[in-house]
Every structure is written in C-alpha cells, then in structure tokens.
C-alpha cells in the first residue's frame, strides 16, 4: 500500500475505527480473533480482541511491525499455542486505562502479605533476605542495549519457535496483555490488568518490552538487567509476587533465582 493506509482489516480493532492511523508492512494472511461470548460471560463483544495471522513470522517481522507502532497503534506479539486460547476466543479483553489506578509497589505488598500468611514459619527461608517484610520494588536498572534492539533480538530467539503474529490496539506493550484479555496468570491472579501495571514499572525501569505470549506464559526483553546479587535479589522478590512458580518450581528460593536473572536480557514467566 503505497499511501501506507492502515489495511481495512485493522480498523475494527480500535474504537474509531483506526482513523489517521499507519501501516507501511504488508501483512501476512489472517484475520482478527473475536472474544469467545461463552467465556467472557460478558455478552457480545463490541469488537475484536487481536488480529493474528494464519501462519508462523520471523522475528524480522516482528521487529518492522514494532518500528511502525508509533504510527499504527498496533503491539506486535508473539503467539505461543496458537490454538488455544487465540483461535478459540478463550480472552477477556480489558480497558487499559483502567491500569491507572494500580501501582507494582500496591501489587508486591498485597501478594506478599497474601501468600506470607499462608505460608508455614520455616517456609520463610525461602525469601531470605526478606522473610516476611515486603522489599518493595527494586531500583531501576541501567541500559546496556536500546530495549528496541533487544526486543528485536528476543523476536528473534522465539520466532524459530514457529509462532503466529498478534497485533494489539494498544499503546504499549503491558497494555496489550489487558487489551488482548490475556489470561496466562489466572490461576495466579484472577485479574489481568493490576499485573498489567507491574509490566508497565517494568518497562520504566528495566527497559523491559512485552515479545511473546503463550497460553499460560509470558516473554520480556530487558534492556537493563540487574548485574549485581544484591540487586537481582530484590528483583528476584518481585518476580516472586509477579509469578511464584518461577521460584518456587525452579530453583526454590530467591537466592537462586536471583543467580538465574542477573544479567539476563531475557525475562520468561510460567504459571502451573
């Protein structure tokens, strides 16, 4: 399209309609995913979640579909496990300015107080340094790389994989998870959009950009990794209240998770 109009098919994905916006990529075949009525519980929906394409991308298309999001509103994603939840509808999509109204800071301590009380006395051990006092949100990190090139060069590692292409109408990439109605972390956290808000902090302060998504998980690029122990320690902390599985069926403890994130340009969530 040499006026690099936004392709017609696109336009329902916003609420105007993706009026003035842009699209200089040709797209590969595929079609728009409409959210499931009988799995919303939420009635017809006014329009659909995603576009998604009908075969595999490379991560050179992902990384064009991103430089064009300024323009044409769309997040490119990444989809793992194309047949359920994509195809079949299984999201419930979110307004993403309802993320405003939560904080990572308000996420970590709820989780934290949440899960400690559960917790038996010598479980603790576990979040050594902190025990049961909630660290809060660690630092910001230091960029080693543009976090676009490093999103381009996870795009990359998981497009051999074999995955579709999302699109998303939404801002940015933590927004796109609630906009899409992912439901990845459900057995965690029955709402999307307050994980959302942590995703936001982390783009902020860790350079973090949203690549992939699966049926139950989740992949970052970080462009400012912890590089120290201590600071990946407390990292480690908020990815322990973001997704405990990675600790907890990993290596155990917050020490060891730690060992695992520091300086890794690459952050991968599952959740049981």
Known sequence: MSDHRLPRELGPLFADGGRGRRLGVALPPGDVVWPDP????????????????????TGADWALLREWHPHSGLWPLLLDESAQPWSVGQ???DDPR????FTAEGFMAEVWQE?????????LEELDPYGAICPGPAAPGVLKAEPEAVADWLAGELAARGMPLGLVAAGRGADALAVMGWQGALHHNEWMVPMAAVVRSWEDRFGARVVGVGFNTLELSVAAPPVDHEHALHVAAEHWTFCPDNVVQGPGDLQGYAAQIMGRHAWSFWWD
Do not use: C, K, N
């Open 38 to 57: 009988g799995y919303t519980g939420q009635g017809v929906p006014a329009r659909p979640a995603f576009w998604m394409s009908d075969e595999p991308v």
């Open 91 to 93: 999201v419930v999509p």
């Open 98 to 101: 309802q993320i405003d109204h």
């Open 115 to 123: 899960w400690v009380a559960q917790m038996p006395p010598d479980a």
